[in-house]
């Protein structure tokens, strides 16, 4: 049995899990818990009393903030967490623990994710064995890539590319460029593309009224509801700031494999993702338009692609045999 957890800056999905998948899975809210530490520690005392094994032969947990292979410590970006890989073997029966960035842990999960998990947005030309690009917001945002390698599993290439700065393609994202600007000094594509970015382009569709007090999942119900303009260009303006950043990464790294969008916001706006500017600033590539439209996009509709990941790094790592699936009939609470 594995230990495979996804630790965002707001929530925590964590499970058991063996060669067929999850077995007992629980989402948190890291405010309950004071840190990492203790949120695994009631996880487990919780799992045991449940019947379920209290030792285990690896874990790996995903981590929403830069992971530096070798180091054994990571900090959350957006959570004032420290998690310490060897701290934690000491206290807790994991055993063999790798820390990875959740993103890369998205990238090693697509493989389990079936065709209802999933919605074409641009069906491309796929050419097996290219990239794979897997990004998308929620309280940051998250790229990482699958390349090919010498065994199944490939190559994770981890990054954090959205921290590179914003780069607005027409007037009205220079004047949203120059109005966080003013606020925030220099702008990352994070800082727009994000939950807390809806709300600054929520704020800047109203005339940059700071006192705005919607929350993303507010603004985005407004949007889809057609019934509130300024969450509608909102929306607009944040997806066409995402499509345009994802499609310079999908040529970055010339990801014929697909393009993957994964975060906790993609299931929630799908409808406008569809119908959406996000295509369209995607597509816009100049002399580079053609192939930019033959790279795959896939919405990824299931919300524990990570902690997936997770438990096949888990596996992987402690020399388990057979693929890792998605949920096996496991209790999932």
Not at 191 to 209: D, Y
Not at 255 to 269: E, S
Not at 301 to 311: K, P, Q, T, V
């Amino acid at each position: 049995m594995f230990l495979a957890a996804d630790i965002g800056g707001t929530k925590t999905l964590i499970a058991l899990g063996d060669q067929g998948g999850i077995r007992y899975q629980k989402r948190i809210l890291n405010d309950e818990h004071p840190g990492a530490a203790a949120l695994i520690g009631a996880f487990l005392r919780e799992a045991a009393a449940a019947g379920l094994p209290a030792a285990f032969d690896g874990a790996c947990l995903a981590l929403a903030g830069p992971v530096e292979p070798g180091i054994g410590r990571a900090r959350l970006t957006n959570r004032d967490w420290e998690i310490d890989a060897g701290q934690l073997a000491r206290t807790l029966p994991l055993g063999p623990l790798t820390l990875l960035n959740d993103f890369a842990a998205s990238a090693a999960g697509v493989a389990t994710l079936d065709a209802e998990e999933t919605r074409v947005l641009q069906a491309g030309e796929p050419r097996p064995g290219s990239p794979r690009l897997v990004l998308g917001p929620g309280t940051g945002l998250g790229v990482a890539a699958w390349l090919p390698g010498e065994t199944e599993a490939g190559r994770i290439l981890t990054s954090e590319a959205g921290h590179i700065g914003f780069a607005p393609t027409n007037r009205e994202q220079r004047d949203l460029l120059a109005h966080l600007a003013a606020r925030h000094g220099r702008v990352t594509v994070e800082r727009i593309v994000s939950g807390s970015g809806l709300v600054l382009c929520h704020q800047f569709c109203t005339g940059g009224n700071p006192a705005c007090t919607l929350t993303p999942a507010q603004i985005s119900r407004r949007a889809l509801a057609g019934d509130d303009p300024p969450s509608e260009h909102a929306l607009d303006l944040f997806l066409a700031v995402f499509g345009a950043f994802a499609g310079d990464m999908a040529l970055s790294f010339l990801a014929r494999g697909g393009v993957f969008l994964a975060g906790g916001i993609v299931p929630k706006i799908l409808p406008r993702l569809v119908d959406g500017p996000f295509l369209g600033a995607f597509n816009d590539k100049a002399e580079y338009a053609a192939l930019a439209a033959a790279i795959p996009i896939v919405a990824v509709l299931s919300e524990d692609l990570a902690l997936r990941g997770a438990l096949a790094t888990a596996r992987h790592r402690a020399g388990a045999s057979g693929p890792a699936t998605g949920h096996a009939g496991g209790i999932v609470k």
